[in-house]
């Protein structure tokens, strides 16, 4: 018989798609890392599995601990499927903001979901700081903090990297992807620079606005990439270059890769597909890109694939979201 033991093994290995509609007129082949095929549904799976592993071997996360982390979104998950393999409890701290389907999702996992008051100062004591720290103070608590644990670049270095370079027999010449914590480029990054003596460019695509592209943390509406402070997850030296993409191209062209390249994806993935595009247009014809896909579009279908909402901030292109490829670029 032919089966897994539990959901969570199957964690990474996940496809490679060629983008054919998008890139037409462009030579080099741009290869698509598709992460919600990833049970979990994104890549945030990767480091949930190796964060509690590492807290696991060095005691910080004791039988039958709680896991607690200020997390509304794919990190939440990740973590929530493994902790229930491996028999924790999970509390995630999320600001009221945060909409009720994503709070679903996380107790649907059995997690237990405290919601705060953004309206309130980071000191607070019922701010969404404040109510983790307390939280993870208390005996038998474990914090993972993604932004600050050596072990989310590591899951990249580990798996992603090495995925992508067997997959591409070696013939990868460029990864691009977004950048939150930095853990998935710094980790790919490193991998690939290693094993290929440092030939393979790493381009990291930024919102406008953002930290790492040069900007001050302006407020931005992509999800999950971007950031107004460094974290110590990411490599500052790891990119060769760092391309800014505004919402609004970001999120075209995140339709754009439902209607035309069937992959119904998030926000931060059109934003890396601008980026990888743009890099097609100048790079060697055979030349091989590599642009990762963080999650699927199934979490936003009130946002980036709603005309009202696209509309409300004037995202929709002129012939009403169909737009072409030169609207975007
Ligand atoms: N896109 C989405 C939707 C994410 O949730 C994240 C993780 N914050 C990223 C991109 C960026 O990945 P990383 O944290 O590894 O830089």
């Known amino acids: 018989m032919d089966y897994v033991e539990h959901v969570a093994d199957l964690v990474g290995d996940t496809p490679l798609v060629k983008l054919n509609e998008l890139t037409q007129g462009l030579?080099?082949?741009?290869?698509?890392?598709?992460?919600?095929?990833?049970?979990?549904?994104?890549?945030?799976?990767?480091?949930?599995?190796?964060?509690?592993?590492?807290?696991?071997a060095s005691g910080e996360l004791p039988p039958g601990g709680t896991i607690v982390e200020p997390t509304s979104g794919n990190t939440g998950v990740g973590l929530a499927m493994i902790a229930q393999r491996k028999g924790y409890h999970c509390v995630f701290v999320c600001p009221d903001k945060v909409s009720e389907d994503k709070r679903n999702v996380?107790?649907?996992?059995?997690?237990?979901?405290v919601v705060c008051p953004t309206a309130v100062p980071p000191e607070h004591e019922d701010s969404y700081y404040s109510v983790s720290d307390r939280l993870?103070?208390?005996?038998?608590?474990?914090?993972?903090?993604?932004?600050?644990?050596?072990?989310?670049?590591?899951?990249?270095y580990h798996s992603t990297g090495p995925e992508i370079w067997e997959q591409t027999e070696g013939r990868v010449t460029h990864f691009v992807a977004g950048?939150?914590?930095?853990?998935?480029?710094?980790?790919?990054?490193?991998?690939?620079?290693?094993?290929?003596?440092?030939?393979?460019?790493?381009?990291?695509a930024d919102p406008e606005g953002s930290v790492y592209s040069g900007g001050h943390g302006r407020p931005y509406l992509v999800e999950g990439v971007g950031e107004d402070f460094w974290p110590t997850t990411y490599d500052r030296e790891i990119c060769d270059e760092i391309i800014s993409v505004s919402d609004a191209e970001s999120f075209r062209m995140t339709r754009e890769l439902a209607k035309r390249e069937a992959l119904l994806v998030g926000g931060?993935?059109?934003?890396?597909?601008?980026?990888?595009?743009?890099?097609?247009e100048r790079v060697d014809p055979d030349d091989v890109i590599v642009v990762l896909l963080p999650d699927s579009g199934r979490g936003y279908l009130t946002k980036v694939f709603n005309d009202s909402w696209m509309a409300s901030y004037g995202f929709l292109s002129p012939d009403h979201g169909g737009g072409t490829i030169g609207d975007v670029l």
């Open 179 to 204: 950048i939150g914590t930095g853990g998935t480029i710094s980790g790919v990054g490193s991998y690939l620079k290693e094993v290929s003596n440092g030939r393979v460019r790493i381009v990291g």
């Open 106 to 113: 996380l107790e649907a996992y059995g997690a237990e979901v």
């Open 268 to 280: 931060s993935c059109g934003m890396a597909v601008v980026a990888a595009l743009r890099l097609a």
């Open 136 to 156: 993870a103070a208390k005996e038998g608590y474990w914090k993972p903090n993604q932004y600050n644990n050596s072990a989310n670049p590591e899951s990249h």
């Open 27 to 56: 030579s080099p082949s741009v290869l698509a890392k598709v992460e919600y095929f990833n049970p979990g549904g994104s890549v945030k799976d990767r480091i949930a599995e190796r964060m509690i592993e590492a807290a696991e």
